[in-house]
């Protein structure tokens, strides 16, 4: 998860070099690296590109606070934001823009020393692009061809549909645990591995009033179980166990361990659904 599971990260310091593929204006490339989706991104106060995560489980978009300084950004008023079992300081600050290809990604954001995630990687995390991009949008992710996209409203996407919550402190799924009763879970791209189950009791009504971005770092028993969302049953998945919750009325995180053996998957905030494309014929076998 956005543990320090979140890496040993290669750095990626060309999108695909060498490559001569276009990309529209309503989406932009990724390069899947150690289970994390790694975007190339822009803001006008810095000369270079932007090595951001593209992470659902952060409540906020996220500027690593070296960056921000770097780039001479303000830094406005004071945030306290949750991680997993720590706090953190954070401040408030805004960009003229921020682009991936050609793509807006939220502007507002928090500054944030992301420095413990970075020293785990070949390069620095400079930012997260969390949530809030996926608010009112249907966001595609594109395992296959290693695509983010924009739909537009109303496009009809091939798979299973499972019905997604999407609260002001997490995007949520219903998930089964080897056939138990279904339980909400986190919907999270920054988490690199396949799942981290809470085994206590969980109150699905719960919601912190804290902004939730939750890097830590942690020893996690892990075990295997079947997990089914929708109407796709997936065995021998690799889970973490947790005895306390990750983040309040959820019993877990689904992570990219997971999500990526579809082709495809889309959130559609909007719509509240989640939709898993064909499964990929690696995954299948």
């Known amino acids: 998860m956005r543990l320090i599971l979140l890496c040993s990260l290669l750095c990626w310091s060309a999108l695909v070099q060498g490559q001569t593929a276009s990309f529209s204006s309503a989406e932009f490339p990724f390069e899947f690296s150690e289970g994390l989706l790694w975007v190339k991104v822009q803001v006008p106060e810095s000369e270079g590109a932007l090595n ?19 780039a001479g950004l303000p830094l406005g008023q004071k945030v306290e934001v949750l991680g997993v079992g720590v706090s953190m300081d954070a401040f408030r600050t805004a960009t003229k823009s921020v682009k991936a290809n050609e793509v807006n990604l939220p502007s507002r954001l928090l500054a944030l020393d992301l420095g413990k995630l970075s020293r785990s990687c070949k390069c620095r995390v400079d930012g997260l692009i969390g949530a809030d991009f996926f608010r009112d949008r249907s ?9 983010v996209r924009l739909l537009a409203p109303g496009t009809k996407v091939a ?33 690199a591995t396949p799942l981290q189950w ?29 997990v089914k969302i929708a109407n796709e049953l997936l065995a ?17 995180l689904v992570g990219n361990g997971l999500l990526s053996q579809f082709e495809t998957v889309t959130i559609d905030a909007k719509a509240s659904k989640l939709v898993l494309g064909p499964r990929l014929a690696q995954a299948k076998n």
């Not at 966001?139 to 695509?147: G, L, N, P």
């Not at 830590?216 to 295997?224: A, F, H, K, W």
Request: overall charge neutral.
């Open 139 to 147: 966001v595609q992710i594109d395992f296959r061809e290693s695509k």
């Open 52 to 70: 951001f995560l593209l992470d659902s489980g952060a409540e906020v978009s996220v500027v690593n606070l070296e960056t921000a300084r770097e």
């Open 159 to 191: 798979g299973d549909v499972a019905r997604l919550d999407v609260r002001r402190c997490g995007i949520r799924v219903k998930a089964s645990i080897d056939g138990r009763k279904v339980q909400w879970f986190r919907v999270d791209t920054g988490c």
């Open 198 to 226: 809470v085994t206590a009791e969980i109150n699905p009504k719960d919601c912190t009033r804290r902004v939730a971005v939750g890097l830590t770092e942690m020893g996690i028993p892990q075990t295997r179980r079947s």
């Open 236 to 252: 021998n998945v690799e889970t973490g166990l947790h005895n306390s919750p990750i983040f309040g009325g959820e019993a877990g």
